[in-house]
């Protein structure tokens, strides 16, 4: 059976985040589409997987809502359901960057057309990363700028770092479009002037020009961990034996549970965990069934 997941945002208004979280819980129990979906004041943001039919009915029922009838998402095609289990919540922010944000500032967008174009005729501009290092280490645009940040939330104190090109022609990027939606708008508040967003994210990118530009693999904040974009080249190492590996595990040492590179013969070598130490631990998590 064929599985899409997808993900999706939109910065607007909601006055009843609890009444739309309970309907949309409600809509994905009843597709058994899993994955996460937050909500609050400032909008929607949903990451989700299901059968095709299934994701499609939920596409159509969301759109059906006035406030979220341009909704645009990003897909993948998937052999199995992504995650493994449903959480709709509300948040403050649907992305968290700590930091007041007018999104009437944000960026305007460059298709991946456009960005296929600047790197083909070999035009100045600056590609910023807007991820975290861990998610760059696997994969990311021929010579992006990667910030050393393991969290957004740590973004605007290292976009501090970068004054020196805050009058060049800056192109950012993430996953899906919000953070780098968000960024932009932050970073235009404190005075670059020449920003824009990739519309779509990297997964727009590698859906329409797989394996040009974007080096590596992507990674994704669901079971996967990491998903094919048509590039062979390798940015990772493996933690255990330091051969050039682009797949992220979590350790199954249930009390470490870090998120580290590691190739297939070393997960069978060290039992899926990052030590000796964990290796050996009387806790360890089971493999999860994927329905």
């Excluded at 040492?253 to 070393?266: A, P, S, T, V």
Aim: aromatic share 10%; hydrophobic share 35%.
């Amino acid at each position: 059976m064929d599985y899409n997941t997808i993900t999706f945002y939109k910065f607007i208004e909601i006055t009843d985040p609890e009444g739309l979280m309970n309907q949309l819980r409600n809509l994905c129990e009843v597709l058994n589409v899993k994955g996460r979906i937050l909500l609050g004041k400032e909008g929607i943001n949903g990451g989700v997987s299901g059968t095709k039919p299934d994701i499609h009915k939920l596409k159509l029922e969301i759109m059906k809502r006035p406030q979220f009838n341009d909704l645009t998402f990003r897909e993948l095609e998937t052999e199995t359901n992504s995650y493994h289990r449903l959480v709709v919540r509300i948040r403050d922010e649907i992305i968290t960057l700590g930091k007041q944000v007018d999104m009437r500032n944000k960026a305007n967008y460059i298709t991946p057309e456009n960005l296929k174009k600047l790197y083909d005729e070999g035009e100045d501009f600056v590609i910023l990363d807007t991820r975290n290092k861990y998610e760059a280490d696997v994969g990311k645009f021929k010579n992006a700028i990667v910030l050393p940040i393991d969290s957004f939330y740590d973004f605007p104190q290292a976009i501090n770092t970068l004054a020196d090109i805050k009058n060049k022609k800056i192109i950012t990027y993430c996953t899906g479009g919000i953070r780098c939606e968000k960024a932009t708008a932050f970073m235009n508040q404190i005075g670059f002037e020449n920003v824009f967003q990739l519309k779509g994210g990297i997964i727009e990118f590698v859906n329409t020009f797989p394996g040009e530009e974007f080096e590596g693999d992507l990674f994704v904040f669901d079971d996967r961990l990491v998903s094919k974009t048509g590039s062979d080249k390798k940015l990772g190492k493996c933690e255990i034996c330091l051969q050039p590996c682009n797949n992220y595990t979590d350790c199954y040492n249930m009390d470490c549970d870090k998120l580290f590179i590691c190739c297939d013969d070393c997960k069978i070598k060290m039992k899926n965990t990052c030590c000796e130490e964990c290796k050996v631990a009387e806790r360890h998590r089971p493999i999860l069934t994927k329905l």
